[in-house]
């Protein structure tokens, strides 16, 4: 008798992952499923839900890396499982963190002796170097004030209102108030003179920024070092100036060598700059650098043996992965000086591209400037009809993330859109974006504006509900956009 043997439907060696009912059924989204599944199959679901993300690199909100040589993602992926913390186990990649520490710090001028090591610790981001940054600086100034027998329960730090985000949350979680320099329309970064006269007593730093998020601009720290040298002899006090140049310390030394912001001012004790950004490295690296010892407290910095070693520590987290440290010493000595100079010139010149197209459309005031971080910001000249947050939501159609946001107090009524220009925007993208801006505004032209459809119908039909209007309008645009679509699609 001839025995046969039959497939189960549960077998899945016959069956193509997509034909499997593993990806004919959904999985719980918030709980653990019961059983498992093929990795053929788990890793299909997650790709395909992956699809619908934007493209990274048409996202032209971020400052952060989008691109990076594959031989860059061979050494990643390489020391993907090597934890950074275990220094003992890791000597070499500790070896090359500590070498990126010393080549950025002579890059920021830190005033070290020929053998002197420099001060300084990679991070997760320029968030966690603001952080330690802080921290140093607020001990520093309890320290001195415990000395001289006066209070120290209520430090503050000077900004200006443009700062990001992270200094807010380092004041909240470490009790420190934010002084903010307001800003103005035409004038969007921290002015140095109203910044000086908010010091007081209580200021464990002046924070400037190399950089600005908002419109990529320079702060004069120069002049900031200069007013502050000056109300420190007058005053007896000793306030330094911290330098956030998390998106500008990678561009002004290549490209802006003559311009004074970093260790040659003597008031500049600590600077933070991200790897991440113009460092050229994927997400996940920054860097803070202090000016010498005396400037970073040795009682913040930890010192653990059960790894098997002694190993000083002065960090806000513990484990983490090694590949962003190995490839920004790829990036230093793939690129060197030379090579860091001619991306960050062809940046500006590709922004200078973009930012001549928008002008020649007739439609937008540039916000940014020619010299600092290469972005353009930008704002419609008439913005009555419609808006840029308008410009911004159609522009997602061609597959562009740009963002649109108000300013900071006090120029919250200007509203702008920006595009930052990253090492992978080439020239040819600069171009086709403007058209597809151009594109974007003639038919936002031909649509009418919402506030007008609202005036219309409650002048016709007198003074209507808040809720009522809305409704209309909504039913209205429907309407409308129905319209175009169908005659777009007839066929003449």
Same mark, same amino acid.
């Given at each position: +008798?001839?025995?046969?043997?039959?497939?189960?439907?549960?077998?899945?060696?016959?069956?193509?992952?997509?034909?499997?009912?593993?990806?004919?059924?959904?999985?719980?989204?918030?709980?653990?499923?019961?059983?498992?599944?093929?990795?053929?199959?788990?890793?299909?679901?997650?790709?395909?839900?992956? +699809?619908?993300?934007?493209?990274?690199?048409?996202?032209?909100?971020?400052?952060?890396?989008?691109?990076?040589?594959?031989?860059?993602?061979?050494?990643?992926?390489?020391?993907?499982?090597?934890?950074?913390?275990? +220094?003992?186990?890791?000597?070499?990649?500790?070896?090359?963190?500590?070498?990126?520490?010393?080549?950025?710090?002579?890059?920021?001028?830190?005033?070290?002796?020929?053998?002197?090591?420099?001060?300084?610790?990679?991070?997760?981001?320029?968030?966690?170097?603001?952080?330690?940054?802080?921290?140093?600086?607020?001990?520093?100034?309890?320290?001195?004030?415990?000395?001289?027998?006066?209070?120290?329960?209520?430090?503050?730090?000077?900004?200006?209102?443009?700062?990001?985000?992270?200094?807010?949350?380092?004041?909240?979680?470490?009790?420190?108030?934010?002084?903010?320099?307001?800003?103005?329309?035409?004038?969007?970064?921290?002015?140095?003179?109203?910044?000086?006269?908010?010091?007081?007593?209580?200021?464990?730093?002046?924070?400037?920024?190399?950089?600005?998020?908002?419109?990529?601009?320079?702060?004069?720290?120069?002049?900031?070092?200069?007013?502050?040298?000056?109300?420190?002899?007058?005053?007896?006090?000793?306030?330094?100036?911290?330098?956030?140049?998390?998106?500008?310390?990678?561009?002004?030394?290549?490209? /802006?060598?003559?311009?004074?912001?970093?260790?040659?001012?003597?008031?500049?004790?600590?600077?933070?700059?991200?790897?991440?950004?113009?460092?050229?490295?994927?997400?996940?690296?920054?860097?803070?650098?202090?000016?010498?010892?005396?400037?970073?407290?040795?009682?913040?910095?930890?010192?653990?043996?059960?790894?098997?070693?002694?190993?000083?520590?002065?960090?806000?987290?513990?484990?983490?992965?090694?590949?962003?440290?190995?490839?920004?010493?790829?990036?230093?000595?793939?690129?060197?000086?030379?090579? /860091?100079?001619?991306?960050?010139?062809?940046?500006?010149?590709?922004?200078?591209?973009?930012?001549?197209?928008?002008?020649?459309?007739?439609?937008?005031?540039?916000?940014?400037?020619?010299?600092?971080?290469?972005?353009?910001?930008?704002?419609?000249?008439?913005?009555?009809?419609?808006?840029?947050?308008?410009?911004?939501? +159609?522009?997602?159609?061609?597959?562009?993330?740009?963002?649109?946001?108000?300013?900071?107090?006090?120029?919250?009524?200007?509203?702008?859109?920006?595009?930052?220009?990253?090492?992978?925007?080439?020239?040819?993208?600069?171009?086709?974006?403007?058209?597809?801006?151009?594109?974007?505004?003639?038919?936002?032209?031909?649509?009418?504006?919402?506030?007008?459809?609202?005036?219309?119908?409650?002048?016709?039909?007198?003074?209507?509900?808040?809720?009522?209007?809305?409704?209309?309008?909504?039913?209205?645009?429907?309407?409308?956009?129905?319209?175009?679509?169908?005659?777009?699609?007839?066929?003449?």
């Amino acid at each position: +008798m001839v025995l046969s043997n039959t497939f189960s439907d549960s077998d899945e060696s016959i069956h193509s992952t997509f034909a499997s009912r593993y990806v004919r059924t959904s999985l719980p989204r918030f709980k653990m499923p019961e059983n498992s599944i093929p990795k053929d199959a788990a890793y299909q679901i997650i790709n395909d839900e992956l +699809m619908l993300d934007g493209n990274p690199r048409l996202n032209l909100a971020s400052f952060v890396t989008t691109w990076m040589e594959p031989e860059c993602d061979k050494l990643m992926m390489a020391s993907i499982n090597k934890n950074y913390v275990d +220094m003992d186990e890791y000597p070499v990649t500790t070896e090359l963190q500590n070498r990126c520490v010393n080549m950025i710090a002579h890059l920021f001028n830190a005033p070290l002796e020929d053998s002197e090591a420099a001060v300084g610790v990679g991070t997760v981001g320029s968030s966690e170097a603001i952080m330690l940054a802080g921290l140093a600086f607020k001990r520093k100034w309890q320290n001195t004030r415990k000395a001289q027998g006066l209070p120290y329960d209520k430090p503050n730090i000077v900004t200006g209102a443009n700062v990001q985000v992270c200094w807010e949350k380092f004041a909240r979680y470490f009790e420190v108030e934010l002084k903010e320099v307001k800003l103005s329309e035409g004038y969007y970064v921290m002015d140095p003179v109203k910044a000086v006269e908010m010091v007081d007593e209580n200021t464990i730093c002046v924070a400037a920024i190399l950089g600005s998020t908002l419109n990529g601009e320079f702060e004069d720290v120069k002049l900031l070092n200069d007013l502050l040298l000056e109300k420190n002899k007058q005053t007896g006090w000793d306030t330094p100036i911290h330098v956030d140049a998390a998106s500008g310390g990678f561009i002004a030394p290549f490209i /802006y060598p003559e311009l004074e912001w970093d260790f040659r001012l003597p008031l500049v004790k600590s600077i933070n700059v991200s790897g991440h950004k113009y460092g050229l490295v994927y997400a996940g690296i920054g860097w803070v650098i202090w000016r010498s010892k005396e400037d970073l407290p040795e009682e913040l910095i930890f010192h653990i043996n059960y790894l098997g070693a002694d190993q000083p520590t002065f960090t806000l987290n513990f484990s983490k992965g090694s590949s962003q440290v190995i490839a920004q010493y790829y990036q230093l000595i793939r690129l060197g000086f030379e090579g /860091y100079r001619n991306v960050m010139e062809n940046c500006h010149e590709n922004a200078m591209v973009l930012k001549q197209g928008l002008k020649k459309t007739g439609r937008f005031n540039i916000v940014s400037k020619d010299d600092g971080v290469p972005l353009v910001a930008f704002s419609l000249k008439d913005n009555k009809r419609h808006d840029e947050f308008e410009v911004a939501e +159609m522009l997602r159609r061609f597959g562009w993330i740009v963002p649109a946001y108000t300013m900071p107090a006090d120029a919250q009524h200007v509203t702008v859109l920006r595009v930052v220009i990253r090492e992978d925007f080439s020239r040819t993208l600069a171009e086709r974006l403007v058209l597809d801006i151009t594109k974007v505004l003639h038919e936002l032209d031909s649509m009418p504006s919402k506030l007008i459809i609202a005036a219309q119908q409650n002048g016709k039909n007198g003074k209507k509900t808040e809720m009522e209007t809305q409704r209309e309008v909504a039913t209205y645009w429907k309407k409308f956009v129905s319209d175009i679509k169908t005659n777009r699609n007839k066929i003449c």
